[in-house]
Each structure stands twice: as C-alpha cells, then as structure tokens.
C-alpha cells in the first residue's frame, strides 16, 4: 500500500489564487518532500522537510509538517498558469522514498 | 547538469517476452528506485536498490526483477511482459535519503 494520501485529488484556481493540498502519511519518516510533475514528464523536486522541522518556506512554497497527525501541507500562493501540475508528496524512511497518488492542480487564466 | 538517463522514451512489447528498462545516473548516488505510474494510483514502488548488488522489494514487486552490477546503473527486468503491465515506468536516484532525481519515464505498452 501507498505511503502518502494527497487531499484534494484535484484542484482549480484562478491565476493569482493560493493552492493548499494536504498529505497524510502512514508510518514513521526521516523526511517528507513535494515533488512536481508537468505532463507526460519526469518529477522535479520542490522542497524537502525534516522530521524535526515544522514549516519551510522556498519562494512562493511554504511547507508544513506535524509529525503527531503525519500530516503535511503545501501552499503555492499567487499560484501562475505555469504552476498546472501534478503534485506528490513522499516521504523517506531509511532511504526509503514513497509516494501518495497526487494532486492535479490546474490554474485558469 | 546532473542526470538520469532512461534507455526508451516508447516502448512496445509482446505478450510473455522478457524486458529490460535501463536506467542510469551521473551523480554517484548510493539509492535507485524504480517506480510504476498509473492515472489515479500515483507513484508505486517496484524495487529500490541502496548499493550496488543490494536490493529491495517495494509495494508491488511481482512480475518484475532488478540488476544492480554497477553503482550507476540500475535494471528493471520484466520476466515475462502480460498487458497488465502496460505504463509509465520511472527511475530515480538519490543520496542518503535527500532529494530525488528522476528521468523523463518509459511508457511500456505490452500487446
């Protein structure tokens, strides 16, 4: 079974909007990190959070984590049409790397 | 620009032959993965490898193999292709559990 369960499934906003989703998680984890994945293409990494951090900001994402629900949350704000992706959480565990099924956020212009 | 480099973009194959997906990488990374995609599934992992020769199972290990020879090379074998098998194949590499590395996938079709 998978590690990682992304809420929504789906998403769409508006160019300038803000973008949540949310990762829930199942086991124990040295770290989480965001990847992105435009169509038909291979994964980029976004950031990356320790066990021991809480929240992480790289330009316009800010990352949450909170090890008590094994949860994490992504936030894209002044989200642009070139931000339309599929998003996955994953999380390490002893070089372990898992992924959740994603979330597919589309920006309308 | 450090790189994973998949064998095949496209690949088509008959039903019961053996394949091969190569994978390969220039950063000298201990960990390789390889994962299957699927709509709606997300990423599911088949097999990682922490070192050369050593392996382990993932989620969905059935139906597949790997090879390990050398530190930068990592194979997924698919001992006898069925239909089921049909999607997009990813490798990845990492160092020490930090940040993955993907190539641009293999999309398997197996008639």
């Known amino acids: 079974s998978q590690q990682g369960e992304e809420d929504p499934q789906a998403l769409s906003i508006q160019e300038g909007e803000n973008a949540t989703m949310n990762c829930s998680y199942k086991t124990s984890i040295n770290n989480l990190q965001w990847y992105r994945q435009n169509s038909g293409r291979g994964l980029v990494h976004l950031i990356l959070i320790r066990s021991n951090e809480r929240e992480k900001h790289s330009g316009r994402l800010r990352v949450t984590l909170d090890t008590s629900k094994k949860s994490s949350s992504l936030l894209i704000t002044a989200s642009r049409a070139a931000d339309t992706a599929s998003y996955f959480c994953?999380?390490?565990?002893?070089?372990?790397?898992?992924f959740g099924a994603g979330t597919t956020v589309t920006v309308r212009a | 620009d450090v790189k994973v480099t998949q064998s095949s973009r496209y690949l088509v194959k008959r039903t019961g032959e053996k394949v091969f997906l190569e994978c390969v990488q220039d950063?000298?990374?201990?960990?390789m993965f390889w994962y299957r995609q699927d709509p709606g599934l997300g990423l599911r992992l088949i097999y990682f490898?922490?070192?050369?020769?050593?392996?382990e199972k993932g989620d969905i290990p059935e139906g597949y193999s790997v090879s390990r020879e050398k530190k930068e090379r990592f194979s997924l074998i698919l001992e006898s292709a069925s239909t089921n098998q049909t999607s997009m194949y990813l490798c990845?590499?990492?160092?020490?559990?930090?940040?993955?590395?993907f190539g641009q996938g293999t999309r398997l079709t197996v008639v």
């Open positions: 994953a999380t390490v565990w002893d070089y372990k790397l898992s």
């Open positions: 950063m000298d990374h201990e960990n």
């Open positions: 990845a590499s990492s160092f020490e559990g930090r940040k993955a590395f």
């Open positions: 490898s922490y070192d050369v020769k050593m392996k």
